[in-house]
């Protein structure tokens, strides 16, 4: 069975949440660079892990939803919630792809003012 970019996007990303980043590794090109507006920081994939590693302990990602998939992108939302404070975030990412491999990333997120999981067929203790 082939698995698509948008599973294989959040079985990597889960397992580095837990500080795992071989499949990772395997989805991103060597070439990868992603402008983060936050920040106005372009970051590598070495970023990007560190950025992971740092907010694991304090946040919980929520399922994922595949916006859209193609051969040469990949559109992926997302719920996050900061544990400690029950801070509820929306995030979508947009990927591109070259050689198969993730070359470019962006993201971009919003606070919400509601719990997400509320009324859903989930909730956050299925993804500590």
């Not at 997302?78 to 198969?100: L, Q, V």
Request: glycine residues 4%.
């Amino acid at each position: 069975m082939r698995v698509t970019k948008a599973e294989a996007y959040e079985k990597a990303w889960r397992l580095g949440y837990k500080g795992d980043f071989s499949l990772v590794d395997q989805i991103y090109h060597p070439k990868y660079l992603a402008f983060e507006d936050t920040t106005g920081i372009t970051a590598n994939l070495e970023d990007d892990k560190t950025v992971v590693l740092s907010l694991s302990s304090a946040v919980i990602i929520g399922p994922y939803k595949c916006v859209s998939e193609s051969e040469d992108h990949l559109s992926i939302q997302a719920y996050s919630m900061f544990k400690e404070a029950e801070i509820f975030r929306s995030f979508t990412t947009y990927a591109t792809y070259k050689d198969g491999k993730i070359i470019t990333q962006k993201t971009t997120s919003a606070e919400l003012d509601h719990d997400p999981s509320e009324g859903q067929d989930w909730n956050w203790e299925d993804y500590e």
